[in-house]
């Protein structure tokens, strides 16, 4: 599971609220200090110091932090003969009011600690400069600004093409071109998934799977998806499946991250129970829910292929500043962030427009073009971060978020502790999809 830590941004009087972090190289350990709510501009350390300094890993700094000695006045004392680089912007504070974000650890610094072994740079961004360095103009605009500003491609009318990502697959095709059949059912579903071996064999694996618990035998693949898992689950199944075949989920990911399918496939079933939970009129499609929650995160392998040189240096940045939106990291790091990306492809590919706008505004669910797939995965999502099963700082359910989609808190989490229950079910799942993935990485 996934090392979550709180936002900073919101602490009482956070300008004056500093943030250690720790990072080290083969010449030891140092601290950085900053203001909470800044991010740690990692281009900036490197050139500064003249040293490679990389994050401690999450739960090495949890590890650290806790030490019994540091809940003592002499050994908060003693952390600091470590050296110390210590953000401009707080040079002249007379009181330094500390926190480190995965421990919890909180102390004030007497100034007297920082007398002669701190040393001055300026490391920290806060959100307003970042979004004051954003490229304007449409997702599409501001995608083809990030290209070019990080490669050498010279971008041409069809930008997909110039990018060299995979069209969809043909399987995905046809189920897209039957999700938008109106009369679509499962008479026309099976033809599909019986020539596909690669979703037939999973479409069985899933209706026999514990989660579903399937009274009898299954005895064909009509069987499966007639009397087990049905067509809405099936199409969006193959759809989620077969995208993710199309990008490799990145190798040089943020250490202690979620694994993609673990965070796809439990962030879906939630959204999609939040759905179910939900009363009145004019209430989004449960499938569709599930499939925004599916394919939420496909943003994440697209930045990887986007820009493989730049990935690791933004897998860096996202565990130095876990306490930050991954969106703020991202747009800093890259100008332009997964859910940007994500969005533009399934347009490209023709999705579903209800999600292709959830998927865009899962981190902005009450914009004017948002609608309740974005909100009920926007609920699922920071839910999920508190037990370890999604990525991103962990930041409180908005109250309007909740109110626009008529839900109150305590049924969400009731949801959740529902569908926890099931979890070791879920994570067969899991390792079903992740099997899969792989069998058919080695026949390419």
Not at 159 to 181: C, F, N, V, Y
Request: net charge negative.
């Amino acid at each position: 599971m996934a090392v979550g830590v709180h936002r900073l941004d919101n602490v009482t009087d956070s300008n004056n609220t500093i943030r250690i972090a720790l990072l080290h190289d083969n010449e030891g350990k140092v601290l950085v200090l900053l203001p909470a709510s800044h991010l740690l501009n990692l281009a900036v350390l490197w050139r500064e110091t003249s040293r490679q300094l990389q994050p401690v890993r999450a739960e090495n700094v949890e590890k650290f932090f806790n030490q019994e000695a540091l809940s003592t006045t002499e050994g908060q004392r003693k952390l600091f003969s470590l050296p110390v680089y210590l953000d401009k912007s707080c040079v002249d504070l007379q009181a330094l009011s500390v926190i480190e974000p995965h421990s919890g650890l909180a102390f004030n610094v007497p100034r007297k600690w920082l007398e002669g072994s701190a040393s001055v740079i300026s490391v920290g961004i806060s959100p307003a400069q970042i979004l004051g360095e954003q490229p304007q103009g449409t997702d599409r605009e501001v995608i083809t600004k990030a290209v070019e500003k990080f490669t050498a491609l010279r971008i041409k009318q069809r930008m997909e093409d110039t990018l060299g990502l995979p069209s969809l697959p043909p399987t995905a095709q046809k189920i897209t071109e039957l999700r938008a059949d109106p009369l679509a059912g499962v008479d026309k579903l099976l033809p599909i998934v019986k020539v596909d071996p690669s979703l037939a064999a999973q479409v069985m694996s899933w209706a026999a799977s514990p989660y579903y618990a399937t009274p009898g035998e299954l005895q064909s693949i009509d069987d499966a998806v007639i009397r087990v898992l049905g067509f809405d689950l099936v199409v969006n199944l193959a759809l989620g499946v077969s995208m993710g075949k199309t990008l490799s989920i990145p190798d040089e990911a943020p250490r202690g991250h979620t694994p993609y399918w673990i965070q796809a496939i439990y962030t879906a079933t939630l959204a999609e129970r939040l759905c179910k939970r939900m009363t009145g009129d004019d209430l989004p499609k449960a499938g569709l829910v599930y499939l925004t929650g599916l394919v939420h995160n496909f943003g994440y392998a697209a930045l990887a292929h986007l820009f493989p040189p730049h990935f690791a240096l933004l897998s860096r940045y996202l565990e130095v500043n876990p306490h930050m939106s991954i969106e703020q990291t991202e747009r800093h790091v890259l100008n332009v962030t997964r859910e940007q990306v994500a969005a533009w492809l399934f347009e490209c590919w023709s999705l579903p427009k209800e999600v292709c706008v959830g998927v865009r505004y899962i981190n902005s669910p009450l914009h004017s073009r948002s609608n309740q797939h974005a909100q009920l995965v926007n609920l699922a999502s920071r839910v999920l971060r508190t037990v370890g099963f999604a990525d991103g700082p962990i930041e409180r359910l908005d109250a309007k978020v909740l109110q626009a989609v008529g839900l109150l808190e305590a049924e969400v989490m009731e949801e959740c502790s529902a569908m926890l229950e099931k979890g070791e079910e879920l994570l067969e799942l899991v390792r079903m999809l992740e099997t899969q993935q792989k069998r058919e990485a080695s026949r390419t």
